[in-house]
């Protein structure tokens, strides 16, 4: 209701500040107008906002549509890498095993597991994996150093044309830095054996030379080659009765010229993690006392990961357009073992599994865009190839404390997606500017399977996106947008191609390679009131198929599900006017339901772990004199567990704190206070069945959970040079 509130509100203040005397009454000639490109545009006037956000006023095609800037990562503390997402409002982050694991996501109702539905890329590279060992679409954030990004771009919803697979919810874009203002070494030290070391800096190529960068403010003032590189080492126990063990490596070289527009980088990132999990655990156990709120109930399970990335980016623009193009090579490593059934399937030796997976992928981007002003118009065209190929040997396992006794799947599975896309923008009047897109989506897929000779095989197919996007305004620092398209998210090979349930050995049901979504959204960005950016977006989503987790050892993966129907509200503010002061305030709420009543062979419409509630507020104080403090509260609402909605996982508030104080010139301390009131709360709840003993009964639609990490404390010392 505040929302729709807000909307009128703005709506009427800029109807009078138009029709006010001395002002045009003439919707033809507002104060500014939208252009569809740099490279094609009318003169905006300049709003200036220093803050933790850019909302593109002028520039972007849909109200949930922004950029967050890198200084927000700094400004309050950062638990778990993946975490820096949850600065994207509505997004949150969770985990629901160990911390060298991918994250949990939540956006829009949509329980993303690992990444389904929401497509993410850090810099050139796509980071959601198709056919992975544990869930379709895994994405691994874990290789990320947040001190080193930039900024992160994100769009919610299938609206925009250069954006395929997964990105139905959303797509976010993480942009790492080209340089850094000085070097950088971060010492962390916390509780639970937190133990993190950070060393960073950059330097200019001079022929034979690399002058190391001094502090400065303009990260593209040299025309020379720049080399930046950072290593991070991380071990961490957490708070578990089993110590968690996480061992971590991290480093990254980039090698980078020009700007973002004219130039090139060049980067090679190693990554390698070992840690021992604790995943989720009854909850009647946690209840009775029977079990430690941090207990673990088999004490050998855990993971492995590693990645090795080549990428690069190069651009070149002119006044009559530009051409980009993009490539990576990666290898990427993944074994996990999990038991979230315990003696269900097997009581003589435990129910736990082993998914695992080796890959090769290799793939890149070209997009070319250009002016058109013959057509008596501003308008710009984009058109680009999108291409990835991955090379996989995913496997199944049984297993006892990581021993391999029984194979359920062991397949060698080639993946190739491509997409084909053509964007134009056209800037119709002063006040109206429209964007449509078409993209072609093409899969290609092949399984030879070495446990089961039938489910060896090829599928294809293809899907045809439309995109479209109207931006009405601005007039007087306020937009209004229309947004819709269709989206889609690619399914396991192994659930396309399969004829046998490697399980059970019955005929498998058949799995489209490609599912479809569409969705729409009106919206309203305003700067108004000086000092505050507020956008509100009324939004719908449509899935002919939920992609559900199976916390099952005799699948361990994800499956199709139903069709579903989603549609909700997102209001967020950034207030910036007082001197030294940050105020962010972003709420959402979304309806998420089947399409039909009692579908998947169960009662009820509810949607499990479809997330209704999601609010997020950040206070941040910057340069008080030798002080600066940030202060963030999340709030995730009460959600379904079970389809008839008779379980539900309670809402839960947590908030985080962080406080610096400037020491010298180029040394800081950071104080950083995680759960700061202690909150008992639940990352993530499943209904599920499960036996606890080999010989106690089985407990039909009970509730698993991980337990959300309580009160802690690090402390950096961080030095500049």
């Known amino acids: 209701m505040a929302g729709v509130l807000l909307f009128g509100l703005v709506v009427a203040a800029a109807h009078a500040q138009a029709t006010k005397p001395g002002a045009s009454t ?207 080492l991380l071990e961490e126990n957490g708070p578990w009765t089993l110590p968690e063990h996480l061992h971590k490596f991290n480093g990254l070289v980039r090698l980078s010229e020009g700007t973002p527009e004219n130039g090139f980088s060049v980067d090679a990132i190693a990554y390698a993690a070992h840690w021992d999990s604790t995943d989720q655990v009854p909850l009647s156990l946690i209840d009775s006392g029977q079990l430690n709120r941090y207990g673990a109930l088999d004490p050998t399970d855990g993971g492995d990961s590693a990645r090795d990335v080549l990428s690069g980016e190069w651009a070149k623009s002119a006044a009559g357009g530009y051409l980009k193009a993009a490539f990576f090579l990666e290898h990427y490593q993944l074994q996990l073992w999990s038991d979230f059934t315990f003696y269900e399937l097997r009581p003589r030796t435990g129910d736990q599994f082993e998914q695992a997976e080796n890959r090769n992928l290799v793939g890149g981007q070209i997009a070319e865009g250009w002016a058109m002003p013959h057509i008596g118009l501003e308008s710009l065209t984009e058109a680009g190839v999108q291409m990835r190929h991955d090379n996989i040997d ?75 996007a109207l931006v009405i305004g601005p007039w007087h620092d306020t937009e209004f947008f229309v947004d819709a398209g269709e989206g889609f998210h690619s399914n396991d090979a192994r659930g396309v191609i399969d004829k046998i349930d490697p399980t059970t050995g019955l005929a498998a049901l058949p799995v489209a390679a490609l599912a479809g979504s569409f969705g729409k959204e009106i919206g309203v ?21 939920e992609l559900v987790y199976n916390a099952d050892s005799d699948i361990g993966s994800t499956s199709p599900d139903a069709a579903s129907k989603r549609y909700g509200i997102e209001w967020n503010n950034h207030f910036v006017s007082i001197p030294h002061l940050l105020l962010d305030l972003d709420l959402a709420y979304t309806h998420a339901r089947y399409a039909q009543d009692n579908q998947n062979g169960q009662l009820g419409d509810d949607i499990p772990n479809a997330v209704a509630a999601v ?75 499960y036996r606890v003993t080999p010989t106690s009964p089985i407990v039909p639609n009970g509730v698993t959970v991980h337990p959300g990490e309580p009160r802690a404390v690090r402390v950096t010392l961080s030095t500049k040079f």
């Open 26 to 232: 003439d919707a033809s000639e507002p104060e500014q107008s939208a252009a569809p490109n740099a490279t094609a545009a009318a003169t905006l006037d300049t709003v200036t906002v220093v803050g933790h956000y850019d909302t593109a006023l002028g520039s972007s095609n849909a109200a949930s549509q922004g950029v967050v800037e890198g200084s927000t990562l700094t400004d309050a503390p950062v638990p778990r890498p993946g975490q820096i997402l949850e600065t994207v409002p509505g997004l949150v982050v969770t985990q629901h095993s160990g911390d060298g694991k991918a994250n949990q996501y939540f956006l829009r109702g949509y329980n993303l597991d690992h990444g389904t539905d929401l497509a993410t890329f850090v810099d050139a590279v796509p980071v959601n994996m198709p056919t992975n060992a544990h869930g379709q679409g895994y994405t691994d954030l874990n290789f990320v150093i947040p001190e080193l990004v930039d900024h992160i771009d994100y769009e919610k919803g299938p609206y925009f044309a250069p954006y395929g697979d997964f990105a139905s919810a959303g797509a976010v874009a993480i942009r790492y830095r080209d340089t850094l203002d000085g070097g950088l070494a971060n010492l962390t030290l916390g509780d639970d054996a937190y133990r993190r070391l950070l060393f960073a800096g950059s330097c200019t190529v001079t022929g034979d030379t690399c002058a190391f960068d001094a502090p400065q403010g303009d990260r593209f003032d040299a025309d020379s080659p720049r080399l930046l590189g950072a290593l991070e």
């Open 394 to 468: 995913v496997g199944l396992f049984d297993t006892e404390a990581r021993h391999v006794f029984a194979t359920v799947s062991n397949e060698i599975v080639g993946e190739t997606e491509a997409g084909l896309y053509i964007e134009n923008t056209t800037l119709w009047t002063p006040w109206l500017k429209s964007t449509l897109g078409l993209r072609e989506n093409l899969i290609s897929l092949s399984a030879d399977s070495l446990s089961t000779a039938a489910n060896s095989g090829n599928a294809s197919a293809s899907k045809l996106t439309p995109k479209m």
């Open 525 to 545: 960005r305003t700067a108004i009131i000086p000092g505050l950016q507020s956008s509100l977006a009324l939004w719908s989503l449509n899935s002919q198929s």
């Open 615 to 689: 609010a997020s507020f950040r206070a941040t104080l910057m340069n008080f004199g030798p002080w600066s403090a940030g202060i963030e509260t999340r709030y995730i609402g009460a959600y379904p567990l079970s389809q008839d909605g008779s379980l539900r996982n309670p809402g839960a508030a947590v908030t985080n704190v962080r406080f610096q104080r400037q020491l010298t010139k180029r040394t800081a301390i950071i104080v950083d206070g995680l759960n700061l009131f202690d909150k008992q709360y639940y990352d993530i709840a499943y209904e599920q069945d």
